[in-house]
């Protein structure tokens, strides 16, 4: 297969006063090509392509083409990848304070999500991340996430303990793991569909789109509700990249970002509505749970172990968003 997808060629020129001639901007991301969050960059590189006659074009590399999300965010600082989309808590390893947007119950729904991040909050964010040459572009819905098992019906918090849960290598997922009582267990995401198979874990948590991406409904059972994370996906600039360009044509590739993302937002929540009753019509059984009741031992755990690196008041200030 050809390295990248490629929406645009272009040649990247830059004079004394500016870009002259064409512009390239290559995107990378994680997520496979049908991912809804890849499909959302072919339709922005369309848009900015049309938008500027071509003199923009974007070149997109899905499926860990250009490394992995941390050498991506390393890339996006140092300048040779030029945009990138990603969770929070991968931004958080180079500045841990970004890492309360991916905590646990911190939002309450979608809309509060996109309010806190297009106010006075992700200004903030920003000036952290542009110390690191990143700047946030836009933040996109990327899942609500749900614990799925294999051979264990969890309907109480209770029926947690003992469970060896895959999560990701990050403190604050490992935490919310501890706080349940399971066995966090950190395992690459390729490793997963056989760790299950075999029993190596007994579940994992993840957003409903990625369980389909990863046919995980083949291996697991039980599908439960608990909601326990309302991912967002941060839309990220090379800072000098993004100074270069003229202010036209940052003012449309804002726009057309902006766009996207809406349509990814739509795409996704339709898409979580379908798939929990593809899941069920497969096999899977679905159960509803207490979310308060998994909450609770949750945010009695993690507020004031992590407060000091999300700074003190941030949580609170994120609640009071309406």
């Not at 991301?29 to 590189?45: E, F, K, L, N, Y």
Request: hydrophobic share 45%; glycine share 8%; proline share 5%.
């Amino acid at each position: 297969m050809q390295r990248g997808f490629i929406l645009a060629a272009a040649l990247f020129a830059m004079a004394t006063c500016g870009y002259s001639g064409q512009i390239v901007l290559k995107w990378g991301d994680s997520q496979g090509p049908t991912h809804i969050a890849v499909q959302m960059i072919h339709r922005i590189a369309k848009s900015v392509a049309e938008n500027t006659n071509g003199r923009i074009e974007i070149q997109a590399y899905p499926g860990s083409q250009m490394g992995s999300e941390v050498e991506m965010v390393e890339g996006l600082s140092m300048g040779t990848l030029e945009i990138m989309g990603t969770g929070p808590s991968v931004v958080g390893q180079f500045v841990p304070a970004i890492n309360i947007l991916e905590a646990p119950y911190v939002f309450r729904d979608v809309d509060h999500l996109m309010k806190v991040m297009s106010g006075s909050i992700v200004d903030e964010m920003n000036e952290l991340t542009l110390k690191q040459d990143i700047r946030i572009i836009g933040t996109s819905y990327f899942g609500l996430r749900h614990v799925i098992t294999t051979s264990k019906e969890i309907r109480r918090v209770k029926d947690m303990v003992g469970l060896k849960l895959r999560v990701p290598e990050n403190a604050l997922y490992m935490a919310m793991a501890e706080a349940w009582e399971t066995k966090p267990t950190p395992m690459n995401m390729s490793e997963v569909y056989l760790g299950l198979k075999q029993n190596v874990v007994d579940g994992m948590e993840a957003p409903l789109p990625n369980i389909e991406a990863s046919k995980l409904f083949e291996v697991e059972k039980y599908l439960i509700l608990t909601g326990h994370m309302i991912n967002p996906r941060l839309i990220m600039i090379n800072e000098p990249t993004w100074r270069r360009l003229p202010p036209e044509d940052q003012k449309i590739l804002a726009e057309c970002v902006a766009e996207g993302i809406a349509w990814n937002n739509d795409r996704m929540l339709n898409r979580e509505a379908e798939l929990q009753k593809v899941f069920t019509d497969y096999g899977m059984i679905a159960i509803t749970v207490d979310t308060e009741e998994f909450k609770k031992p949750v945010l009695d755990k993690i507020v004031g172990r992590f407060e000091e690196q999300w700074g003190k008041g941030m949580w609170e200030r994120i609640q009071a968003v309406r």
